[in-house]
């Protein structure tokens, strides 16, 4: 009997710590999920903020700035910096496979373009130097390269950074969007398939042209990528990284002042958010904000207006918003264009950027501002107000 009583009260005592457990887990997935109706990146002596990643899980959002990365709390108060960019540092996105934050980087002067992958986790005083704190390493991205160097009039010469030029294949200015999705060729809506890093196009702007009116995505499988990584380029750019991509695929927006600014996928839809300059072209609307349906699978058709008719991996926008019927456009006008990250729950973090003077020096500053996507015309985001959770 009381070996029976003794079995009953562990039984009991059991079920209570499990309980107790299921309330803790859901205290804690609770104050996850409930997020600040702001968070600030603060002010620095540098370029202006292009991007935005967060990592909910540990608590810290990071913001680039041209030449700078910076990484803070969620209540906004600076963590740790690492300077030593003398590239272009674009959009980031953080990947939840290693605990990093990968980022675009440019180096259009020596003709390179990487991906710079971040070990956030050392991370931990303001200062550290890109080049010599082992902190960030990169991978050469060749399909970049000769998209961007395309010697598209022939005339046998590289005219270089510039949008008044034939050259650069589909008005390639180098890379800048990036975010982790699903394989496109796989439909994102059913999340079949692998995580792979999507990378976009920065597309100069030139009205002259036709062939550059696709916003154009890269995606990279890069569980192996360990293979390529070298430290940040200095005197002498490498060119270790993937021979091939793992998919390229266009989307027909009209053309935009340097392309993707923020890319950004949204899990809870499978649709792709691209938050642009807007465009100058008359024969289109010009939205700040497309979106590409994850519903459809990519299909297979012209690459509209090329000098020589290409075939692509074609994916349509989503057929809500706004809508330009002479060019079958749809999109909205919206923020996004300094940084843009999707929780996967209906809200998402926009980015304000600003300046402010200190001491007579001026700096750049940030401000990821949270909202709710409504899908509105012809905004598609409001404010939350005092955060919420759940997407309240």
């Given at each position: ?17 499990v ?14 999920r ?21 990592d ?10 041209t030449?700078?990365?910076?990484k803070t ?9 690492v ?24 180096y ?15 991370i931990?005083r ?10 960030v ?6 399909e ?10 022939g ?10 030029t034939p ?9 800048d ?23 976009a ?40 990284g ?30 792709w ?63 996004g ?11 998402y973090?926009l ?36 955060g ?5």
């Amino acid at each position: 009997m009381r070996t029976f009583a003794r079995g009953v009260l562990t039984v009991l005592a059991a079920g209570a710590l499990v309980a107790q457990g299921a309330v803790a887990a859901e205290a804690e997935g609770t104050k996850a999920r409930r997020l600040p109706a702001e968070i600030k990146g603060g002010a620095w002596k540098a370029g202006h903020v292009q991007g935005v990643a967060i990592d909910r899980r540990k608590g810290f959002m990071y913001f680039s700035f041209t030449n700078l990365l910076v990484k803070t709390d969620l209540r906004g108060n600076t963590v740790g910096s690492v300077s030593g960019f003398t590239g272009h540092l674009g959009d980031l996105d953080f990947n939840t496979k290693d605990g990093r934050v990968y980022g675009s980087l440019e180096y259009k002067a020596a003709k390179a373009f990487y991906i710079a992958i971040v070990d956030v986790d050392r991370i931990d005083r303001v200062g550290m130097d890109a080049r010599t704190s082992d902190v960030v390493s990169t991978v050469h991205l060749q399909e970049v390269v000769d998209d961007y160097t395309a010697d598209m009039n022939g005339d046998g010469k590289f005219d270089g950074d510039t949008a008044n030029t034939p050259d650069h294949r589909y008005g390639c200015s180098g890379i800048d969007g990036v975010t982790f999705g699903p394989e496109l060729d796989r439909g994102s809506r059913t999340k079949r398939g692998k995580q792979v890093l999507t990378v976009a196009y920065g597309i100069y702007s030139n009205v002259k042209r036709q062939d550059n009116d696709h916003q154009v995505l890269l995606q990279y499988d890069v569980r192996k990528w360990h293979r390529y990584e070298r430290p940040l380029p200095e005197s002498a750019p490498h060119t270790s990284g993937p021979p091939d991509v793992d998919g390229k695929f266009f989307v027909r927006t009209g053309n935009t002042r340097y392309g993707v600014q923020n890319l950004e996928y949204d899990e809870r839809t499978g649709n792709w958010l691209m938050a642009v300059y807007k465009g100058a072209k008359p024969q289109f609307p010009n939205y700040s904000l497309f979106v590409a349906d994850g519903s459809k699978r990519p299909e297979t058709g012209p690459v509209t207006g090329q000098p020589t008719p290409e075939r692509g991996e074609l994916l349509p926008l989503l057929r809500a918003g706004l809508h330009h019927e002479a060019s079958d456009t749809y999109g909205w006008e919206s923020g996004g264009q300094y940084g843009l990250v999707s929780l996967d729950d209906g809200r998402y973090y926009l980015v304000e950027a600003g300046t402010v003077v200190e001491d007579g020096v001026t700096k750049q500053t940030a401000r990821a501002v949270l909202h709710r996507w409504t899908g509105q015309p012809p905004t598609p985001f409001t404010k939350v107000a005092g955060g919420g959770a759940d997407g309240s």
